[in-house]
T-cell receptor
């Protein structure tokens, strides 16, 4: 079956602009995660959605970052007034709500470059 | 706060060698541990997942072990091939957390 998909694969933007990144999780997966991978910082957690519960936003680095998940499926990560330090690869993952492993499956990522 | 460390940061070996990648974590109350592979410019591919109650998992030439009490995991790659060249990431999920905490990775190069 289809895996996690993300779009766009690459995004170049100017400092100060807003960007939206999209994630389509695996069908039937109720949990969705956003991570960021940047040079010198490794892979860090941003936000987690589980079904209709309130998201865990504890990893968002500033109030310029927000995310939503519509209909329990597709998610959009929005970065407002982008800064150069926002340049990174943004990875999305999904996992089933139940099951023995709760294994996370990752998408290919969106590479964001802020000029 | 859970911290995950991977040693070495980079490793270069000739083709055919067996090798071990190391991962250590500070909080032993983990739910599971995953090993991932990442090729340049690509996303993460899950290689093996070990539940907290398990000691090891095997898939083909890969074997991952887990020692919760010492906070360590190893990824053993047998008979390495140039196609194994990639960055290998270790990630742990705490029982109380939803997200994974990642190590910084080991960049492996297998020379033909």
């Amino acid at each position: 079956g289809a895996g996690v998909s993300q779009s766009p694969s690459n995004k170049v933007t100017e400092k100060g602009k807003d960007v939206e990144l999209r994630c389509d999780p695996i069908s039937g997966h109720t949990a969705l995660y956003w991570y960021r991978q940047s040079l010198g910082q490794g892979l860090e957690f941003l936000i987690y959605f589980q079904g209709n519960s309130a998201p865990d936003k504890s990893g968002l680095p500033s109030d310029r970052f927000s995310a939503e998940r519509t209909g329990g499926s597709v998610s959009t990560l929005t970065i407002q007034r982008t800064q150069q330090e926002d340049s990174a690869v943004y990875l999305c993952a999904s996992s089933p709500r139940q099951g023995p492993t709760l294994e996370q499956f990752f998408g290919p990522g969106t590479r964001l470059t802020v000029l | 706060k859970q911290e995950v460390t991977q040693i070495p940061a980079a490793l270069s070996v000739p083709e055919g060698e067996n090798l071990v990648l190391n991962c250590s974590f500070t909080d032993s109350a983990i739910y599971n541990l995953q090993w991932f592979r990442q090729d340049p410019g690509k996303g993460l591919t899950s290689l093996l997942l070990i539940q907290s109650s398990q000691r090891e998992q095997t898939s083909g030439r890969l074997n991952a072990s887990l020692d919760k009490s010492s906070g360590r995991s190893t990824l053993y790659i047998a008979a390495s091939q140039p196609g194994d060249s990639a960055t290998y990431l270790c990630a742990v999920k705490l029982g109380s957390a939803r997200q994974l905490t990642f190590g910084s990775g080991t960049q492996l190069t297998v020379l033909p």
